[in-house]
Every structure is written in C-alpha cells, then in structure tokens.
C-alpha cells in the first residue's frame, strides 16, 4: 500500500543485487548479506543512536520558554520505514521513518505557586525524511567510501505534536496556559534536524558495495577486458530495491593511426585518428614495451579525449620506443597496432609568462604581469 505522498507503507526495504550484461543470457542475483541488510534495520540503528540528542533537544527547547521541574521523556525505539522511487527522478530513493508513541513531561515552575503547577503532557511523532543518490556508475579508480549512494537530503521532524495541562477545564487557567500550549506544538512541528551519512553507514555500505563489485567485474574480466566502471541503475521492483551492475552495450573500438612526439621532463606525447569512434565515457590506455616483452601503463587520457600524455618509463636519448593505445570503455578493452618513434630528451620543462608585454595603445603604459594600465596607476612592480 501507498500512502498520501506515494511511499511504500510497512516496507522492510529489502536490498537486491544484480549483474546485467548483453553478453549474458540473463542477470545474475548477488548475494548480500555482506553488503547489507534490509534498510529498515539500518535506519533504526541510525534512529536508536540519535534518541537521546531529541529528548534533549526539546528540552532545551522549553527550557528557552520557561523554568521547569520533573522533566522526563520516552521515545519509541522502533518505527515503520516507508520509501518510494520518483519515476522523474532516476537512481533516486526517498525514505521515511515514522515513530509515533513517543512522549514527554514537565512541571513549570513560573509563574504558577507550588499549589497550582500543573502537570504538561507532551505526545508527538518523529519522521526522519532522507533522500539518497546513487552513481550511474561505479568507477573502480574512486576511494569505495564516496559512493554509490550519498545522502542528498536528510533531517528529522516532528509531526503531530499535542500538548496538554493538568489545568485543561479550569476556567481562566486552563485558557490561558492553551494559548501557550497551541504555540508550543507549532513549535516543535515547525523545528528539524540535519542528518549526516556517518550516522546510518553509508560510508562503510558504500566500501562493501565497491568491493563487491569489484569482484563481480571478475566474472567477465581478464587480460585483454579491462573494465574500468560498471553501470549501476537502481529502482523498487515490487518490495524490493534492487540495484543492477551493468557493462555497455559494445566492445571499445581500436583507434589507428597513432603518432607520438618527445615532451620534456621525459615524457611523450600521443595523438590518434577515429576522434568519431570515441565516446565521453571511453579513455584511452598508453602502455610501453619494456624489456622482456612485458607492456608497462605509461599514460590515461581523460575521458572521450583522442590524445594521452605519459610517462617515458626510463627511455634515453635517441632510444626507438614502441608503445600501443588501448581503448577502454565499460564493455572492456581493445588494444591498437603497435607505433615505435624515435625517442629525444628535450630537457627540462619552462613554463611561458602567462601574461607577455603587450603593446599598449597612446596614454596607456606598461606594468609587466598586469597589461597596460593609466600613467597615473601605481604598478607593482615599481614599488
């Protein structure tokens, strides 16, 4: 069943994982005990670790209004997760935790005497709101704890709050203090709390994702399929959430006609042909011969770019140096016709002035590293 803003009411938020690829008759099921359980018990934990801040909370809060005596507060420790997907908002999943049951009490102390305190009850519900992201996709070369999922939005409230006084029916008193009581609910049902993603593990969840992916990408992964990212589409699937790992729908396609040229500080520089072949999330691999037959990682370009910078790996001074370009994308890897250049040892590297000596125009005068300016501006560079 949903409810009024359409979440899943009563929903366990059971996790599912899968593997997706077109090479693939159909998607493999990943176990996930060890990633994690169902999110109903995450978030209780996050709520449990937070029971005591809200008892204190609004405390303070009545404590701002008005001295008090015989304060005590009872929070229910458990609540009902609800969660839903927005069809406009991809990768999306908006959670909601109701804890209703929960209450607190006071006696004030002005400016009532000790013959005509009376008692307040307080009963409200708590809503902790979060909305988490999920990548499109994992990139392998990321620390695990940034993603897939981060914490887009996230606070707890309060809801439904209803004060009451042992003086309620007392004519004069009992009106007077509903006026008070009224602003009191408006009160706590208008304050929130931020939430952070360190107090419902995302951090350590979001490691065990990339590690368990990691390990999936060994299931199609060898020498010549490098992956470099996975494909991650998350959505409720009936009562589930399941999250489906993917690789692309083609394999990399070699480039060919690659030229390179020596750079200073030992490096090399490499541009190739078939730019339309390329797509933003392919990135191309320099790898150089090394002695023995064995291929080294010299440089990666940036993704959908048809060049690479890279390292010379030890090369000298007019030393033949045979490189390949591979080109990567989340199908795998595909690796080009070899090319050997002549390799030369520009030197050092010396970087140009970012701002030359322009020719300035009648009544303007020079201030090197700052263009022309007035002759009667002070220039820096004379002082």
């Known amino acids: 069943m949903a409810d009024s803003e359409a979440y899943l009411d009563n929903w366990a938020g059971t996790v599912k994982v899968e593997l997706d690829s077109p090479d693939l008759p159909q998607a493999i099921a990943v176990p996930t005990e060890e990633i994690t359980g169902p999110l109903s018990e995450r978030v209780q934990a996050g709520w449990l670790s937070k029971i005591a ?6 405390r303070d809060g009545i404590q701002q209004e008005i001295d008090m005596s015989e ?83 996230g606070h707890l409230g309060f809801e439904d709050a209803r004060l009451v006084s042992s003086l309620d029916g007392v004519p004069l008193a009992g009106d007077l203090i509903a006026q008070k009581l009224r602003a009191g609910e408006r009160k706590l049902n208008e304050s929130t709390t931020p939430l952070s993603s360190d107090e419902f593990g995302l951090p350590d969840t979001n490691q065990k994702i990339h590690d368990k992916a ?19 589409r998350a959505a409720l699937r009936g009562s589930d959430f399941v999250m489906v790992f993917s690789k692309g729908a083609r394999p ?24 339309t072949v390329l797509r933003d999330d392919e990135r191309v691999l320099m790898q150089r011969l090394m002695s023995g037959g064995t291929w080294a990682v010299s440089g990666i370009s940036e993704p959908g770019a048809w060049w690479v910078d890279g390292k010379a ?41 970012p701002t030359p000596t322009p020719s300035c125009p009648p009544g303007m005068r020079v201030c090197p590293g700052h263009g022309c300016i007035l002759p009667s501006m002070a220039c820096a560079f004379e002082r």
């Not at 000790?114 to 990321?142: H, K, N, S, Y």
């Not at 396609?253 to 730019?275: D, F, Q, W, Y």
Request: glycine share 10%.
């Open 53 to 58: 801040d809200v008892c204190s909370k609004i």
């Open 71 to 153: 304060w005590s507060c009872g929070l229910t420790n458990t609540g009902e997760l609800r969660g839903r997907t927005p069809p406009m908002f991809p990768n999306r999943l908006d959670l909601k935790y109701i804890i209703s049951g929960n209450m607190f009490s006071f006696t004030p102390v002005a400016p009532f005497s000790q013959w005509t305190r009376p008692i307040i009850l307080g009963t409200f519900t708590v809503v902790l709101r979060m909305t988490l992201q999920f990548d499109t996709r994992l990139e392998f070369a990321q620390p695990g704890a940034r993603g897939p999922i981060s914490l887009l939005s």
């Open 214 to 232: 990691n390990g999936l990408r060994q299931v199609f992964q060898n020498e010549d399929t490098q992956i470099p990212y996975l494909g991650l």
């Open 252 to 275: 990399a396609v070699p480039l060919s006609t690659c030229n390179c040229t020596s750079k200073c500080e030992m490096r090399i520089h490499c541009t190739c042909a078939g730019v």
């Open 313 to 353: 790996l030890g090369a000298s001074d007019g030393e033949v140096v045979t490189v390949r370009f591979c080109t990567m994308n989340q199908w795998g890897r595909r690796c080009g016709e070899n090319v050997s250049f002549g390799f030369e040892d520009v030197g050092a590297c010396f970087s140009s002035d």
